[in-house]
């Protein structure tokens, strides 16, 4: 079976264009000439964190979107943190806040997180987003951008959600779990699997949609995947000395569609941070 490769670079490239249009629409047709604000706030030198802003960085670069970061030392208390947050709280010209995860241990993320002014959390984590994303018949003011992404990826694909069996691998704050209420929203049967499910391929095996966020390269084998399945890989780790998914990229010979690592959902993933960010500035606009 010949598996369509996702190309979530060329996608995340017409999404970012359509943000730059709606941003020039908005300000000729209201008369305005600020554009989005982000702030991101980040701690340590990390270089994966330091990469991942990069990207988002050149993201908002190419929308005209003011992006500023304010980085704290790795043995910053969680105050000076949270106090920073409350002031930028305040500023009035700014569209979104966002927090570039990790965080140094022991800190609190969700602490951290709900800190941030429910209107500018753009990266769509803070409590009372994630709460209405569980709740049926309420719709949070931003989704999560990850598992946004993965709908988005699945529904400009003119792949059917409704009805279909989605089992997702992986149960985190920031993918797994969002990701299954999301899908559960689009009226999927949803199946969440995690370290304490037995014999995960018994469930990757019935799955329509297979979503694998667990953080453990090439874990999905081809073997546990059902022929013509839609594999939606989340995952990103370092392996042998290269980036690879949760997912062996040999499932894309069993797979009817496949999102590679890297190249699928993580420019998707920045993508829907721009969308969020773009709806919160239309959003103080309107105010």
Excluded at 5 to 21: H, M, P, T, Y
Excluded at 238 to 243: A, F, M, Q, S, V
Excluded at 247 to 265: K, L
């Amino acid at each position: 079976m010949s598996s369509k490769i996702f190309d979530g670079r060329a996608l995340s490239k017409v999404i970012l264009q359509e943000l730059k249009q709606e941003i020039l629409h908005t300000q000729a047709i209201k008369s305005v000439t600020s554009v989005p604000k982000l702030a991101y706030v980040y701690m340590g030198t990390n270089k994966s964190v330091l990469t991942y802003l990069g990207i988002k960085h050149r993201a908002c670069d190419f929308l005209g979107i003011q992006a500023k970061g304010y980085q704290f030392k790795e043995n910053a208390p969680v105050q000076e943190v949270m106090a920073q947050i409350n002031e930028l709280n305040q500023d009035k010209t700014l569209s979104g806040i966002l927090i570039q995860l990790p965080l140094a241990d022991g800190i609190d993320t969700q602490q951290v997180m709900d800190c941030i002014d429910v209107t500018k959390d753009v990266d769509g984590l803070h409590s009372m987003n994630i709460g209405k994303v569980a709740l049926r018949g309420l719709e949070p003011l931003y989704y999560p951008c990850t598992p946004l992404g993965c709908i988005e990826i699945l529904k400009r694909n003119n792949i059917q959600i409704q009805g279909k069996h989605a089992v997702v691998i992986g149960r985190s704050n920031l993918a797994g779990t969002p990701l299954a209420l999301l899908l559960q929203k689009q009226n999927a049967t949803v199946t969440i699997c995690h370290k304490y499910t037995n014999d995960v391929s018994l469930f990757t095996k019935q799955a329509d949609i297979l979503a694998v966020a667990v953080g453990k390269p090439e874990f999905i084998k081809r073997n546990m995947v059902k022929p013509g399945a839609i594999v939606v890989d989340i995952g990103i780790n370092e392996y042998n000395g290269k980036l690879v998914g949760d997912v062996h990229s040999d499932v894309a010979e069993v797979s009817s569609f496949f999102t590679p690592v890297p190249g699928g959902v993580g420019p998707m993933t920045v993508a829907m941070l721009m969308t969020n960010l773009v709806k919160s500035w239309n959003f103080s606009l309107s105010k």
